[in-house]
């Protein structure tokens, strides 16, 4: 562990060193990876110095036992040695889980698309109750979420919406909630009391920053058009809606949230280049997936991911076969559990995949 520990000490070391000369500082892409390198390694060796203490603490207890001379130093050195023997145990973990290679997304922040699927209204108001779930538990994180574009259903929820979230580590905890939710209930309009069953598609694509996705401008139409929906006296009188159409691809990506067209256009073009970006990354993230034969974070969007059934109050994730009767909190927003048992899987495989490193 020691020696391992002291390789990422000299790549560390090296990112300390070149963060501050003055060639990276100009590079602005270079200058953000190093950054962010430098505060993961930071934290890991922060740990790296718990564990050299604790190292140090087992050796000099062992040398006072095997001394022996002095029988009140030999008793106080046989506790610091079980004391440290019980902490080392539980630090090296963190330290291996630490050391598993880093996805460079999971820093991003991300732009959310939830859609309506099959289920017609019922399927709406599911999509409006993931949104709520979702604004919920990005709230109880510190993170920020503003919307981008929706359309609302006929009888309420949504039959999409776009919205961004912003915090630490944002695309490294939601990309697990990618794929088809599927919900079990009573619908409301629904007289005779049947249970059916609606989905709504959830997207995670991680926001591409302008120097990951070049976009030529003259590759994109833009048109401008009336809001429509909630808004005051700008809706339907100025045109400040913006709509692009990235015509290699045919990918399109339109806001109307805001009151002026310009950063309309911005939150669209943000949108777009998330969009572009996804694509190479789900080619990428299929592959990953294929090699590791896990559907965790697999990029596959139609891969049925969790199922929410209302009349037994449970909450299935088929891809780590996760049952939880807690299903008004989950729908509130206490998702992190969830969360949680995806992240372990996903970090398993990982060890597995990097065991010679770690």
Not at 101 to 118: L, Q
Not at 162 to 184: C, L, N, P, S
Not at 226 to 231: L, N
């Amino acid at each position: 562990m020691i020696e391992k520990l002291n390789i990422v000490k000299q790549r560390f070391d090296e990112v300390n060193d070149l963060i501050i000369q003055p060639d990276v500082i100009s590079d602005q892409k270079r200058y953000i990876e190093l950054n962010k390198e430098y505060k993961d390694l930071k934290a890991l060796m922060d740990e790296r110095e718990k564990y050299m203490r604790l190292a140090e603490n087992i050796k000099e207890a062992e040398e006072i036992i095997s001394d022996g001379s002095d029988p009140e130093m030999t008793e106080m050195a046989k506790l610091q040695l079980e004391e440290a023997k019980e902490q080392l145990p539980e630090l090296e973990e963190k330290i291996r889980m630490m050391l598993i290679p880093k996805d460079p997304e999971d820093a991003k922040n991300v732009v959310m698309e939830i859609r309506a699927g099959t289920g017609g209204d019922e399927a709406s108001i599911f999509a409006g109750d993931l949104y709520r779930m979702y604004t919920k538990y990005v709230e109880s994180k510190g993170w920020k979420h503003n919307i981008v574009d929706f359309s609302e259903g006929t009888s309420g929820g949504f039959k999409e919406i776009i919205f961004e979230v912003t915090g630490e580590d944002v695309y490294g905890t939601m990309k697990f909630e990618a794929g088809v939710h599927r919900v079990q209930r009573v619908p409301q309009t629904e007289t005779q009391g049947r249970v059916h069953t609606s989905a709504a598609t959830v997207m995670v694509l991680p926001e591409a920053e302008e120097f990951d996705v070049e976009i030529d401008p003259k590759d994109v139409r833009i048109d401008y058009f009336c809001s429509s929906g909630p808004g005051g006296q700008s809706v339907n009188t100025t045109y400040s809606a913006v709509r692009l159409t990235h015509e290699p691809t045919g990918l399109v990506a339109q806001c109307q949230d805001q009151k002026s067209q310009h950063k309309n256009k911005e939150k669209a073009f943000r949108v777009l280049r998330s969009r572009l970006y996804e694509m190479e990354l789900a080619k990428k993230q299929e592959a990953d997936a294929a090699k590791r034969n896990s559907m965790v974070s697999s990029g596959d969007r139609s891969a049925k991911i969790r199922t929410y059934n209302y009349p037994q109050g449970r909450v299935t994730d088929h891809r780590v076969n996760l049952t939880l009767y807690d299903l008004s909190n989950i729908v509130n927003g206490d998702i992190q559990k969830i969360i949680d048992e995806l992240q372990l899987a996903e970090n398993t495989a990982k060890m597995q995949e990097n065991s010679d490193i770690i």
